[in-house]
């Protein structure tokens, strides 16, 4: 491919509810402007952007997939998301580095969920969008009726910019185009008069499109309300200025999968979209407080790692956006987040999964790199000599967890690296390992999102995880004081132990542990002192009654015996922690649950199931609230019965409800829950010991 510079470049991503035909729009984007001679597709596996093993499998997009392809002189580097909610993340990883968004609207559904989702993250990001109303040609499509659902879930203003010529089926035959008043039947490469009986539908449309435009600019509004007719020129300009100030979205008409509409969608991408130099200077955090960086050849190199993937045999990819200046092949370039130098060898441009080594890589383009050390998403690669930070978007928190385990003893040793490249791949996943519950934690946007990351591991890594709810952190305490005596005697044939210990345990309300000697008289030597300590210690990382770790807590020694001969520190060790049990189990234990202040936002329909739902969940509610007309319940929640939550909350809503989880306190959990915790320690110790 030959090098296109900031002024011929668009980067554009496409997102929206999955399955509106985003990757098959891409496809026939690709085939129209001869990338491909053949369409791919997806129920063959043969798509450009969805060359995942897993998004083959499964027939959707996981990750987003750039496919830059040429028109007019320009470079469009498409980025085609996944719409599934799960990955919601990779549709914000895409929007960070695109300068203008398109829409796509299945014609049949028209606005779903993941539509206004994708209308959202656009206005976060303060991106031009156009709106595809897509999937023309199947039965039942219908424009006017589409449109009206997008205008009844968002508070965006639509224009249309195009009609469709027929629809629904094979009557759907291309589309009008009401700035060049034209039709394009077929994929648009040629233009023909409109037909006679959608000319008036065609002047009003335009009319209307007329009026729009003229408010890019003031000198246009000002001509049109004096009544003066504008240029075909005047009229784009225009139009031009306020897609790209967001005052509303253009509407489109196409049908990827039957390759029409492609021509007159392309001219307005090239057209009407702005190029990385017309877009307001990116923001940067330099060595003297904020710095604007124009986006230019000859300005200070500075990039955006937007996506990183790890794979086993192509190694790492590091994939990076310019914001200024020029990417060279063979140099050295500053990582200013993570204040180290790398070595950059050939540079490429992706296309799907296919690497096309460049150069040099111009301003404001999209490239990728290999085999980088210490880079990872959200990093900005730069000049030493002019160090800069670009802003890392907001990603939703992932509350949804899942406990992983080896399958089998090869696939231990295999766990930790590979979540660690699993996680280092996406923004949404993360992992950890839980102390109190001694489980690995994986954490993602859902089921769907989680089983992907598993999958993955066992066909990237050859890492094979089970999965299980994950147990809740609960601690063990005590609620009064009590006391035992513990003797420890094995006296018979060879070195003898003996042991005797006293101990008082009592609740500490402030702090955790303290282990005091209140032993008089010498009963016990200050010198088996950290032996009692070790032994308590042990018990009570593993609980006495459910097996949870037990805190606030003091140990005081009372008294206790030694032996000449026989005593030695391993037999207060034993000594004392059989003691702690002892005196824990008098002194009324309780457990401990961690409670959650949870923030819930959903449409006010929703309002009243989701409060009925909160009610059987032992939640505390605490608030509600509007926000941007969506209804807002804050209440505080225990941890055990929000396991689910994210499943649920979506069953509720439609997936139209999001909430937003945080640890608050410890509470004491009630008597018939904490049986049943109890109940099930009894159980897995009892199955332990069959093993
Ligand atoms: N009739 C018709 N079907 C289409 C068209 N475009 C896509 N499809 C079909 O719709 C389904 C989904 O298409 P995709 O391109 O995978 O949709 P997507 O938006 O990429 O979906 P996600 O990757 O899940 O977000 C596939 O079965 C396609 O064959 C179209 O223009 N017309
Ligand atoms: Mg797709």
Redesign the pocket.
């Known amino acids: 491919m030959k090098e296109y510079t900031t002024e011929n470049i668009r980067n554009v991503v496409?997102a929206?509810?999955?399955?509106?035909?985003?990757?098959?729009?891409?496809?026939?984007f690709a085939h129209f402007t001869s990338v491909t001679t053949r369409l791919g597709?997806?129920?063959d596996g043969s798509?450009i952007?969805?060359f995942e093993e897993e998004?083959v499998r499964r027939?959707?997009?996981?990750s987003t997939a750039v496919v830059p392809i040429e028109y007019k002189n320009c470079k469009i580097n498409i980025l085609?998301?996944?719409?599934?909610t799960d990955?919601v993340g990779e549709m914000i990883s895409a929007m960070r580095v695109a300068d203008g968004v398109l829409i796509?609207v299945?014609a049949v559904a028209g606005a779903e969920v993941?539509t206004e989702v994708a209308i959202n993250y656009a206005e976060k990001f303060n991106l031009p969008r156009f709106i595809v109303v897509?999937?023309?040609?199947?039965e039942n499509?219908n424009f006017y009726k589409t449109i009206e659902t997008i205008a009844e879930a968002s508070q965006m203003r639509l224009i249309n910019v195009q009609l469709p010529l027929g629809e629904g089926g094979q009557a759907f035959k291309g589309v009008i185009d009401l700035l060049t008043m034209k039709a394009y039947r077929g994929d648009g490469k040629q233009a023909s008069e409109i037909p006679a009986g959608l000319v008036d539908d065609a002047e009003t449309a335009r009319m209307a499109l007329i009026e729009a435009a003229a408010e890019g600019e003031d000198a246009l509004l000002e001509k049109y309300l004096e009544g003066a007719e504008l240029s075909a020129e005047e009229i784009a300009r225009g139009l031009r200025k306020a897609v790209q100030a967001g005052a509303f979205a253009p509407v489109f008409v196409?049908?990827?999968?039957?390759e029409?509409g492609l021509a007159p969608l392309l001219d307005s991408i090239v057209g009407l979209f702005p190029s990385p130099a017309d877009v307001p200077p990116a923001k940067a955090d330099g060595s003297n407080g904020e710095e604007e960086l124009r986006c230019s050849d000859s300005g200070p190199m500075a990039a955006y790692v937007w996506k990183t993937t790890a794979d086993p045999f192509v190694g790492k990819i590091t994939y990076f956006r310019i914001y200024s200046g020029v990417v060279n092949s063979d140099t050295k370039v500053w990582n200013q987040t993570k204040k180290t130098e790398e070595r950059f060898g050939t540079i490429s441009l992706i296309r799907g999964k296919d690497q096309i080594p460049m150069k040099n890589i111009h301003s404001g383009d999209i490239a990728a790199v290999p085999k980088l050390s210490a880079t990872a998403t959200g990093d900005t690669l730069c000049d030493r000599s002019h160090a800069i930070s670009l802003f890392v978007p907001d990603y939703p928190n992932a509350l949804y967890r899942v406990a992983v385990s080896p399958k089998t003893q090869a696939d231990a040793g295999k766990l930790s690296p590979t979540l660690t490249r699993l996680c280092e791949e996406d923004m949404t996943l993360s992992w950890n390992q839980e102390q109190s519950t001694n489980q690995t934690i994986l954490k993602g946007m859902g089921d769907q999102h989680i089983d992907v990351a598993i999958r993955k591991a066992e066909t990237k890594f050859q890492t094979n995880l089970l999965t299980i709810e994950p147990k809740v952190p609960y601690l063990e305490t005590i609620n009064k004081i009590g006391q035992a005596q513990y003797r420890h005697k094995k006296q018979s044939g060879g070195s003898g132990q003996f042991g005797e210990v006293h101990l008082r345990v009592e609740p500490l309300p402030e702090g955790d542990f303290e282990f005091v000697n209140e032993v008089f008289g010498g009963a016990v030597s200050s010198s088996y002192m950290p032996a009692i300590e070790k032994g308590v210690r042990s018990v009570m990382k593993n609980g006495v009654i459910a097996g949870y770790p037990v805190i606030k807590i003091k140990v005081a020694v009372t008294d206790g015996k030694e032996h000449p001969v026989d005593s030695k520190p391993v037999a207060f060790e034993i000594a004392a922690r059989e003691c702690f049990k002892l005196a824990f189990k008098e002194a009324k234990p309780v457990l401990m649950e961690p409670i959650m202040n949870v923030r819930i936002t959903v449409p006010e329909a929703n309002m009243g199931d989701v409060l009925g739902d909160l009610n059987t969940k032992r939640a505390k509610v605490q608030g509600m609230d509007t926000d941007h007309g969506r209804s807002v319940v804050t209440a505080q929640v225990p941890m055990a019965e929000m396991q689910k939550y994210t499943a649920e909350l979506r069953s509720i809503t439609g997936g139209r409800g999001i909430f937003a989880m945080e640890l608050s306190h410890y509470e004491v959990v009630p008597n018939n829950v904490a049986q049943e915790v109890v109940a099930a320690r009894q159980k897995e110790l009892e199955a332990r010991k069959e093993e």
Do not use: C, W
Not at 19 to 26: D, R, Y
Not at 59 to 62: A, K, P, T, V
Not at 254 to 258: N, S, Y
């Open positions: 496409l929206s509810h999955s399955s509106s035909g985003k990757t098959v729009l891409v496809e026939a597709k997806i129920q798509t952007a969805d998004e027939g959707i997009s996981l085609d998301t996944p719409g599934y990955f796509l299945d993941g897509n999937k023309m040609d199947r499509a196409a049908a990827g999968g039957a029409i």
